[in-house]
């Protein structure tokens, strides 16, 4: 999906989570690629997004764990839940893009 301009892997909006599964391969020894993944961060982070990053290990080796905790941040950050209200940047469309 899209975000903001930027290319991530999985966005869930009405909680405004992006998911990224990042992978050795990908990642691991190409330090432009990891500077640009926390540029993206933080600019996401800047208007109002939370980046949950996991490794294609934690997906695979402990699929129950990482759901059970992306779960728990999605719940946290939906609209009512004590988390986002339009005032701290609510979700515009409700929804959920890969």
């Not at 909006?13 to 926390?38: C, F, I, L, N, Y």
């Amino acid at each position: 999906g899209v975000v903001e301009g930027y290319e991530v892997d999985f966005c869930f909006q009405v909680s405004r989570v992006v998911v990224e599964v990042d992978g050795w391969d990908e990642h691991g020894a190409k330090r432009r690629t990891w500077e640009q993944d926390r540029e993206r961060d933080l600019a996401l982070a800047a208007v109002g997004w939370l980046v949950v990053r996991l490794t294609w290990r934690m997906v695979v080796g402990n699929r129950a764990a990482a759901v059970a905790r992306l779960r728990s941040a999605l719940v946290r950050r939906l609209p009512g839940a004590g988390g986002l209200t339009p005032e701290t940047g609510g979700a515009r469309n409700p929804g959920v893009a890969a």
